[in-house]
């Protein structure tokens, strides 16, 4: 089995558990992954994830498109038409400026917050690339 396979990342995202069964088994992700020391700063200090956030380990994480303004042909030249995510295998991908790549993440865990943050007291350190809050 390649090592990839052995490798287990956590996400800290907007808690959706209630959009579908197994939620977010197969959801596409712009977010980046977050390292344990930064999730208790994470929590802190993002907004969104102040609503409401779940933390998951994911096992795979394959990269599967892009989210971006999708363009048209105009009459005097490219129009953006609407922003959209799309697969690496859609024609119509030629036509995007991408903002941000997707991920597919599968063979997701919620994990609880408190054991997560239990584990997030230390201040991250600058390999991370985390922000100090002080
Ligand atoms: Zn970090």
């Known amino acids: 089995m390649p090592a990839a396979h052995l490798l287990i990342v956590l996400w800290l995202l907007r808690d959706h558990r209630d959009d579908w069964e197994g939620w977010p088994e197969g959801m596409a992700c712009t977010e980046p992954p977050v390292c344990v020391p930064c999730v208790a700063l994470s929590l802190r200090l993002c907004p969104a994830l102040r609503r409401g956030a779940a933390a998951v380990r994911v096992r795979q994480f394959e990269l599967a498109g892009v989210r971006g303004a999708l363009y048209r042909k105009g009459a005097s030249g490219a129009v953006a038409v609407d922003d959209?995510?799309?697969?690496?295998?859609?024609?119509?991908?030629?036509?995007?400026?991408?903002s941000a790549l997707i991920r597919e993440l599968r063979g997701c865990t919620l994990v609880p917050l408190a054991t997560i943050s239990r584990n997030s007291e230390k201040a991250p350190t600058p390999e991370c690339g985390g922000l100090r809050s002080d």
Do not use: E, G, K, S
Request: glycine share 0%; hydrophobic share 55%; charged share 25%.
């Open 84 to 98: 959209v995510n799309l697969a690496y295998d859609d024609p119509d991908i030629r036509w995007v400026v991408a």
